[in-house]
Each structure stands twice: as C-alpha cells, then as structure tokens.
T-cell receptor
Framework: NAGVTQTPKFQVLKTGQSMTLQCAQD?????MSWYRQDPGMGLRLIHY???????DQGEVPNGYNVSRSTTEDFPLRLLSAAPSQTSVYFC???????????FGQGTRLTVV | QQQVKQSPQSLIVQKGGISIINCAYE??????FPWYQQFPGKGPALLIA?????SEKKEGRFTISFNKSAKQFSLHIMDSQPGDSATYFC???????????FGTGTRLQVTL
C-alpha cells in the first residue's frame, strides 16, 4: 500500500516549457487535491477533484490545468512554466469521510 | 487575503516544556480545523483535528483548544520532545478536507 505517490521528486524547467506532475493514489479515494507550498505562505490550493471527471479551481489555479480520467490519477499540467511557479507541489488524497487528507512526498519544481 | 492567520512564525521550547501555536480564522463557513505536522523533505501529515461543536480535543500529548465565538483555535504540545521539532500548520475547510485553507506555518524547535 503506497498511499499517495508523486513523480518526479525534483524537476528543473526553462521558462515557457510545459510539463506534467504526476499523482497517483491506491486508496480508492474519490477526493484529491493539488497544493503549492512557498516559504512564508503555507500551502495554497491549486485545483481539486471530487471524483473522476469532476474538477474545480482552488485559490491559485492560473497557469495550471488538471483532469481526472480515473479515480487513481490526478495529474497537474503546467502549460507554459514561469519563474513564479517555482515551488514545492503536493498532491493529497482524501478519505471517504472527507475528513483526512493524505499527502504525497512532494515535487520540488524550479523554473529558470 | 490570509483567511487563516497563524502565530508565532517560529518557536523554541525546552524539552519537557509546553509548545503553544495559535490560529485565527475569518470564514464562518469553516467547520473542520486540522493541524498538520511536516518534517523537512516530507509531505504534511495529519496530527489532530477538531470540529466546532467541541471546545477541546486531546490525543496523547497534543491538544486542540477551540473558541468559536472568537474564531480562534490553538495547538498545545505537552512535554515537548526533540522529535517534535518540525513545522506545524493549522488549516480550516468548509466540509471536506479537499479544500483546505492553511496557515503560514510555525517552525518548532525543541532543545535539550
């Protein structure tokens, strides 16, 4: 039972490049979320999903796309990377009661 | 606009002492208030959580105190240990944990 798995762990992008951050969970949870963590700002919600085919925007969605074609996977796409997107990204999977979020180990992204 | 304000930013406590971290929220729709613990290089992990229908919840050395009228809640760590040294985040959400709003974090250091 791996829980929430994020790949890659580290990534360096050039400005304007695109990439996909992968997130997979093996707990059969319907709810999943993406957050970014920046120094002094805590974690901020980017996008979330309440089930396959259903996604919605969080607090800071600009520059990011998501889709949820399966229960297990919730990828986050950066369309055209900008230095302001340098951050640590965390994916979370939420249990059926909706009250506990399990976080992955994070992806540290640097945009140069 | 920071909807969940957390203080202090950092805290140094001697082994065996009490660590206290405070949070205040603005959105009266919030009805779930968890605390997360994060070690360097790891994702946040749920420590303890409370709902607004109770004023206090205790789990081992960790206690949440909740004041609904003041819109404040706090984490108390009794008999603090060096292994408690980590960053602590308060959070709040309306309903499920898929849409958490985090505080800015408190870096706790427990000295010998």
């Amino acid at each position: 039972n791996a829980g929430v798995t994020q790949t890659p762990k580290f990534q360096v992008l050039k400005t304007g490049q695109s990439m996909t951050l992968q997130c997979a969970q093996d707990m059969n949870h319907e709810y999943m979320s993406w957050y970014r963590q920046d120094p002094g700002m805590g974690l901020r919600l980017i996008h979330y999903s309440v089930g396959a085919g259903i996604t919605d925007q969080g607090e800071v969605p600009n520059g990011y796309n998501v889709s949820r074609s399966t229960t297990e996977d919730f990828p986050l796409r950066l369309l055209s990377a900008a230095p302001s997107q340098t951050s640590v990204y965390f994916c979370a999977s939420i249990n059926p009661s909706g009250r506990r979020a399990f976080f992955g180990q994070g992806t540290r992204l640097t945009v140069v | 606009q920071q909807q969940v304000k957390q203080s202090p930013q950092s805290l140094i406590v001697q082994k065996g002492g009490i660590s206290i971290i405070n949070c205040a929220y603005e959105n009266t729709a919030f009805d779930y208030f968890p605390w997360y613990q994060q070690f360097p290089g790891k994702g946040p992990a749920l420590l303890i959580a409370i709902r607004p229908d109770v004023s206090e919840k205790k789990e081992g050395r960790f206690t949440i105190s909740f004041n609904k009228s003041a819109k404040q809640f706090s984490l108390h760590i009794m008999d603090s240990q060096p292994g408690d040294s980590a960053t602590y985040f308060c959070a709040a959400s309306p309903g499920t944990a898929s849409k958490l709003t985090f505080g800015t974090g408190t870096r706790l250091q427990v000295t010998l």
